[in-house]
């Protein structure tokens, strides 16, 4: 993997987008994942103006404790980096204490709390004309559709979407993000406990690699037991959430009837 280069492509490519769009610079909600931490360092690199966003809904204490230390090294090595925290547990709680209690499943709760921090980096971006930058990885974003719809899927775009999370963590390490979220299990943050990424999606991200570089592979006999079973839950995630990775369906109305 050539590290450099890549950074520098992605330098690039988000100042030229950004150039582009007439606005100012780049807003990212750092969660204490390694995505996350990647992100905002690729935005701070750019020297652009970054907004770093933490953004607790009873988070974990090792999860806010990851993403305050990072935000703090990047606006301790980048001038043009500031932060804010934005506490959304009381916000939280007051849509739980007045949503009807059917439809307070855990699922559906888990998602509000991410497009609530989704529209919190869309009001600093109205506010400070910034784009609001996506931190989903490629398995994530085209595998197996591990986001939120509208929520950390609602993004003006997204630099590490066409890397694997292996690629993810190999350029985080070369940009020295912190080894406490390098080490850490990746997890979305979503449901007020330690639950992780695999324990949501029953296999590894390793795992979910291969079988996305594998889906063609016709000859199943070559696959182990556990291939054959990470193979299946693949594909039963990315028919499930087809619906977040394609276009939004329009119903196109004859020309004769207008």
């Known amino acids: 993997m050539q590290h450099q280069k890549i950074v520098d492509h992605i330098n690039l490519w988000l100042t030229d987008y ?14 204490g994942g390694v995505d996350s931490a990647l992100t905002g360092t690729l935005a701070a690199i750019t020297g652009r103006p970054t907004i770093l966003v933490n953004m607790p809904i009873f988070q974990s204490k090792k999860q806010f404790e990851r993403s305050s230390q990072q935000i703090e090294r990047l606006e301790n090595s980048y001038t043009n980096v500031k932060s804010y925290e934005v506490d959304l547990t009381p916000v939280f709680k007051s849509i739980t204490d007045n949503f009807p209690d059917h439809v307070q499943d855990s699922l559906s709760m888990a998602n509000a709390r991410a497009r609530l921090r989704m529209t919190t980096l869309y009001t600093f971006a109205s506010a ?6 996506g931190t989903g990885n490629k398995v994530e974003d085209f595998g197996v559709g591990f986001y939120t719809k509208y929520g950390d899927g609602g993004v003006d775009l997204s630099p590490i979407a066409d890397l694997m999370k292996s690629d993810v963590f190999s350029l985080a390490k070369y940009l020295n993000v912190l080894p406490s979220i ?3 299990k990746p997890t979305d943050g979503l449901w007020g406990d330690d639950r992780s990424d695999e324990d949501q999606l029953g296999a590894t991200y390793a795992e979910l690699e291969w079988a996305m570089k594998n889906i063609e592979n016709e000859d199943a006999s070559t696959f182990s037991v556990r291939q054959t079973e990470v193979m299946l839950i693949y594909k ?7 619906h977040k990775m394609v276009p939004i369906p329009v119903c196109e109305i004859p020309k004769s009837y207008k």
Do not use: M
Not at 18 to 30: D, Q
Not at 128 to 133: D, G, M, Q, S
């Open 18 to 31: 950004l150039t582009k769009s007439n606005l100012e610079g780049f807003v990212v909600g750092v969660s």
């Open 182 to 184: 390098l080490d850490a």
């Open 128 to 133: 400070h004309k910034l784009l609001v930058v």
């Open 236 to 242: 039963r995630l990315n028919k499930a959430n087809q």
